[in-house]
């Protein structure tokens, strides 16, 4: 006899808008690739604008977040033209997504 547990995780908002976009409604199960160097280890969802730079603090809306490795997160902390070439690929395959959708 087989036994399910379900286990209930408060999903963080950031986390569950960018489910929403990226997965569609037959997705069970999904890993993603880092949006930076495109590893498997895509494990961090990141703020491009950080939620902590003042201004609105509603920073959870798709074109704000990214999938990126753990590398690759740290270097968005540390070097700033790295956090806006991570921007400008999440924004190309946003648009890449929207595109596929809408043709």
Do not use: P
């Amino acid at each position: 006899m087989f036994h399910t547990i379900c286990v209930n995780i408060k999903m963080q908002k950031h986390t569950k808008v960018f489910t929403t976009f990226w997965n569609d409604e037959y997705t069970l199960v999904q890993s993603y690739q880092c949006f930076a160097c495109n590893s498997w280890e895509g494990v961090d969802i990141h703020h491009i604008s950080a939620k902590s730079l003042g201004g609105s603090k509603c920073k959870d809306y798709i074109e704000n977040l990214t999938c990126l490795c753990r590398k690759c997160h740290d270097l968005c902390h540390k070097d700033k033209d790295y956090n806006k070439e991570v921007r400008v690929t999440t924004l190309r395959l946003i648009a890449d997504r929207l595109e596929n959708e809408y043709s």
